[in-house]
Structures are given as C-alpha cells and as structure tokens.
C-alpha cells in the first residue's frame, strides 16, 4: 500500500475516534486529546480546529500574547504548518483532571519535529531542524459545551526562542 493510502486511512481513522468520541474517563479524554493534536498538527487538519476549540476561546501564548477568538487560533496554527509542512508531535504526557462530568482540566507536553520548507514571517524557509528542541506544553479546559466537546481555554507555552531561531538565518 503507497504512503497516500495509508496517510487516508489514518485520517479516517482518527475523524472517526474524534467525531464518535464518547468521554466518560480520564483514558478518553487522553486518547481524544492525543488524536485531535494528530490531525491538526501532524495531518494539517487546520479547519478541524472550528469542531474542537470553542468559538470564544482564551488562548494564552507566551510574551503575554492572547487570542480571545478562534480565528486568531486558526491563524497562528496555519502559520506553523506552512512554516513546517513536513511537521510532527511526539506527544509525551498528557495528565486528565476531571473536574465535573461536563469539564476536564487537561494538561499536555509534546515536543514538535519538522524542518523549516516554508516561508515564515521571519522570511524564506531555511531548512533548519527543530530536532528534539522544540518543546510544547499546554494546559487545556476541555468542557461540554450545548451537547458537544469544546476547548474553551488554553495556556500553551511553545518553544517560542527555538521556533524563531530556526526559522531565520543567523544560526
């Protein structure tokens, strides 16, 4: 079986668990976790962002930045894959906490792997490695929101330094 066919299976795959997901445990919770950050990140699933994240999110970066909308969210993930098509999370940790059977506080530590192919707004690709640098960890308020599971807030605290050093020149 080619590459292609198997990259489709396994976006099929993780859509079905996250569409079908029914989060009663902490093990759930872990596992719906993990695939969401798989098609987003590892399988460009940018648009599947609208499905998980509450339209309203508080989203917190480092250096104090903020998003208070999903569109801010969708632009700054988009600007990381283009940046690193080739990109890929090893997830490490992820830690469940629930709160309620409508709310889990989730807490996640991957590290991303890719090169720069892509042009940023630091300027042309470079091709330089995030190699095993490029730490991300978050913190997640996973709730029930009108019937469906929604991120309604985040704390993620990426690799800020790493990520714009690799992607400018004068390494």
Same mark, same amino acid.
């Given at each position: 079986?080619?590459?292609?066919?198997?990259?489709?299976?396994?976006?099929?795959?993780?859509?079905?668990?996250?569409?079908?997901?029914?989060?009663?445990?902490?093990?759930?919770?872990?596992?719906?976790?993990?695939?969401?950050?798989?098609?987003?990140?590892?399988?460009?699933?940018?648009?599947?962002?609208?499905?998980?994240?509450?339209? %309203?999110? #508080?989203?917190?970066?480092?250096? !104090? $930045?903020?998003? @208070?909308?999903?569109?801010?969210?969708? +632009?700054?993930?988009?600007?990381?894959?283009?940046?690193?098509?080739?990109?890929?999370? %090893?997830? #490490?940790?992820?830690?469940?906490? !629930? $709160?309620?059977? @409508?709310?889990?506080?989730?807490?996640? +530590?991957?590290?991303?792997?890719?090169?720069?192919?892509?042009?940023?707004?630091?300027?042309?690709?470079?091709?330089?490695?995030?190699?095993?640098?490029?730490?991300?960890?978050?913190?997640?308020?996973?709730?029930?929101?009108?019937?469906?599971?929604?991120?309604?807030?985040?704390?993620?605290?990426?690799?800020?330094?790493?990520?714009?050093?690799?992607?400018?020149?004068?390494?």
């Amino acid at each position: 079986m080619d590459t292609a066919t198997l990259y489709a299976q396994e976006i099929r795959r993780l859509n079905d668990c996250v569409d079908h997901a029914e989060l009663n445990t902490n093990e759930d919770v872990r596992q719906f976790i993990c695939n969401i950050t798989r098609l987003i990140y590892d399988y460009k699933m940018i648009g599947r962002i609208y499905d998980f994240y509450d339209a %309203n999110v #508080e989203y917190h970066k480092q250096n !104090k $930045v903020v998003f @208070d909308n999903i569109e801010d969210v969708v +632009r700054s993930v988009a600007d990381l894959t283009a940046a690193f098509p080739n990109l890929r999370t %090893n997830i #490490e940790n992820v830690i469940v906490y !629930k $709160v309620s059977d @409508d709310f889990y506080k989730v807490s996640k +530590r991957l590290h991303y792997w890719g090169n720069n192919y892509g042009a940023s707004k630091y300027g042309p690709p470079t091709g330089k490695s995030l190699a095993n640098n490029c730490l991300s960890m978050s913190l997640i308020h996973l709730k029930r929101v009108d019937g469906c599971w929604k991120i309604t807030f985040e704390i993620n605290s990426d690799s800020e330094a790493w990520l714009e050093e690799v992607q400018t020149a004068g390494i």
